[in-house]
């Protein structure tokens, strides 16, 4: 009986202790938890703006420094509100969460055929000279929309698109969906929760 009693408290302790534990289910985002979704890939291969070789899955490192996480956002230079509104925000989200997590910022072109590497990077830096600006083949851009569900289209010499930013954890897991919608201070709360 003794036998018995020490294995029923020992698999009580146990199940009290994973209770205990922080599980992704019991965290509650402002974003959207695509977490484990296999719907969206973050897969990223191609050449930047400066022509360097770029594998969201494999160069983890900024500056000498291993990255938390990864921020990934779609639009184009000409964009005259949700583009540059979204990189502003992912600038204050960036501030907000400072030396906390070391993140990275990716931007991927959707207008392959005017924002050319050079535009690109002279756009990205007025935002951060350390934003990533990624503008591909055509053909190589559909492959990545479809990776993360973008949608794009021209009409009327502009671009409908999807906007709104995700996140991609050090571990290269595609994790949130943050929406066009959401401020920088909620953006922040989810990022600092993963």
């Known amino acids: 009986m003794k036998k018995y009693y020490k294995l029923f408290i020992t698999v009580l302790i146990s199940l009290s202790l994973a209770a205990c534990q922080p599980t992704h289910e019991n965290i509650s985002f402002n974003s959207v938890d695509i977490t484990g979704s296999t719907e969206f890939k973050a897969e990223i ?11 969201l899955q494999n160069d983890n490192k900024i500056d000498g420094k291993t990255i938390d996480g990864t921020i990934v ?35 991927i072109t ?14 990205l830096s007025a935002f951060n000279n350390k934003y990533i600006g990624i503008s591909t083949t055509k053909e190589y851009l559909e492959k990545i929309k479809n990776n993360f569900k973008v949608t794009a289209f021209k009409e009327n010499n502009t671009f409908n698109h999807t906007t709104g930013a995700y996140f991609i954890d050090k571990n290269g897991n595609i994790r949130l ?13 989810d990022i600092l929760r993963i």
Not at 45 to 55: I, L, M, Q, Y
Not at 179 to 186: C, G
Request: net charge neutral; charged share 25%.
């Open 45 to 55: 291969n191609t050449k930047d703006v400066n022509g360097k070789s770029f594998n």
């Open 177 to 189: 969906y943050m929406p066009y919608n959401l401020n920088a201070e909620q953006m922040a709360d």
């Open 110 to 123: 959707i207008d392959t055929d005017n924002d050319k590497p050079d535009i690109l990077k002279d756009y």
């Open 73 to 107: 956002t779609f639009g184009f230079t000409q964009c005259p509100d949700y583009c540059p509104t979204t990189l502003s925000k992912i600038m204050q989200t960036q501030k907000i969460i400072g030396a906390k997590k070391n993140i990275r910022v990716v931007f």
